[in-house]
Each structure stands twice: as C-alpha cells, then as structure tokens.
C-alpha cells in the first residue's frame, strides 16, 4: 500500500525567504501526488498535483513542486513566501487501482515579519 | 459558486450521546468524502459516495457511524454513541469526476468535542 512522509511537522520562515516543504512517498510504480494547503478555519485547497510528464509543476499562489522517482520526493518549494502562506501543507499520494488519496500528517509553516 | 458548506462548525457533547453532521456538496458535485481528521494529523478517508451510492465505506467503523447520502446531493454523518476518542474534525470534501485523483474541494469541518 502506498504511504507518504512529510518528516517535518514545524517549518518556520522569515517573510520573503525562500520555502522548501519535504514530502517523501512510497508506492511501486509511479504515484499520483498532491500538495494541499489548510489555513486556519477553512477547507483544504489544492495547491498542486502530478500525474505524469513534466517533473517540475507549477501551481497555485506562486508554488511549485518537483517530482524526483530515484529520491521518491515530492517537495514543495516557493521562491519567496508572504506572511499570507502561513497555514498547513499536506502532502497526498494516490495509487491506481485504490483509487483512494492519502495523507501526510502535515507541516505547518510559520511565517516570521 | 458556493463551496462546500458543512455544520455544525463546533459540536460539543457527552459520551454516549449521538451527534450529526451534514455537507452540502459543490452544485453538480457527484463524489461526496467524508473525513476524519485527528489532532496533528492528516485527514483520512471514513467513506466515500458516487451519487447516491457508497463506493468505499472500508474504514468508516460501522459498529458507531453511520452516513446517507439520499438523492445523492446532501450527506449526513452520524455517531451513535459517541466515544471520547471521537473527538476530532470532520471533514467534508466534494468532486466532479468519480475518482479520488479529480481535485477535492472541501468544506471547513465540524470539529467535535466529545466530554
């Protein structure tokens, strides 16, 4: 069965800096895999999610993610993050035939002024 | 377009009490999830409905919980009783295609208290 790691629960980053959120994944062949984002009080929201083609997906808010299979990674990265993205990020991985999403235990990042 | 629209936002009540919970899904949405999500953790999957019908219930304990979805728009939940280890958000998540990898929307939740 397939099973997501997010080996972060705490990130914290002054505002402006740059953002790297780590998701690892395990599943045989090649998964489906998200970025969701939860902020205080509301629903998640995708952020992004890859299928299959290009590596690098670009999505949402000024995020992308980068799909490496020898590292089994999935990381989120943003150039530049404003006090606005402070909230929850979930990393999610599907598999074929479960037809089922599931996810990590999450990474809260904390924005510093 | 409205969201997905869950209530109670906040439920609060005694063990071995019942509880419910309904989502309105996105217009037009035929896949309605319902989820459990724990203090620090992600959420994971109770059941999930195409329409009117339950497609996966595997992890929904049917020992306390139950859920419908008649007409297959509008789902409740229920907990009947509930337990102290209940205590946590439900998560409500709408989608326009019938599998899990169509993107998800969801509403706020019900966070329950369970005393």
């Known amino acids: 069965a397939q099973s997501v790691t997010q080996p972060d629960i705490h990130i914290t980053v002054s505002e402006g800096a740059s953002l790297e959120l780590r998701c690892n994944y395990s599943?045989?062949?090649?998964?489906?895999l998200f970025w969701y984002v939860q902020s205080p009080g509301q629903g998640l929201q995708l952020l992004l999610k890859?299928?299959?083609?290009?590596?690098l997906v670009q999505g949402i808010k000024g995020f992308e993610a980068e799909f490496k299979r020898s590292q089994s990674s999935f990381n989120l990265r943003k150039p530049s993050v404003h006090w606005s993205d402070a909230a929850e990020y979930f990393c999610?991985?599907?598999?074929?035939?479960?037809?089922?999403?599931?996810f990590g235990k999450g990474t809260r990042l904390h924005i510093l002024p | 377009e409205a969201g997905v629209v869950q209530s109670p936002r906040y439920k609060i009540i005694e063990k071995k009490q019942p509880v419910a919970f309904w989502c309105n899904p996105i217009s037009g949405h035929n896949t309605l999830y319902w989820y459990l999500q724990n203090l620090g953790q992600g959420p994971e999957l109770l059941i999930r409905?195409?329409?009117?019908?339950?497609?996966?219930d595997s992890q929904l304990p049917k020992d306390r919980f139950s859920a419908e979805r008649l007409k297959g728009v509008d789902s409740t939940l229920k907990i009947q009783p509930a337990e102290l280890g209940d205590s946590a958000v439900y998560l409500c998540?709408?989608?326009?295609?019938?599998?899990?990898?169509?993107?998800?929307?969801f509403g706020p939740g019900t966070r329950l208290t369970v005393l």
């Open positions: 599943y045989g062949a090649t998964p489906y």
């Open positions: 998540a709408s989608s326009s295609g019938l599998t899990s990898y169509n993107e998800q929307f």
């Open positions: 890859y299928f299959s083609g290009d590596t």
């Open positions: 409905y195409e329409n009117e019908e339950a497609v996966d």
């Open positions: 999610a991985v599907g598999a074929g035939r479960d037809d089922k999403i599931i």
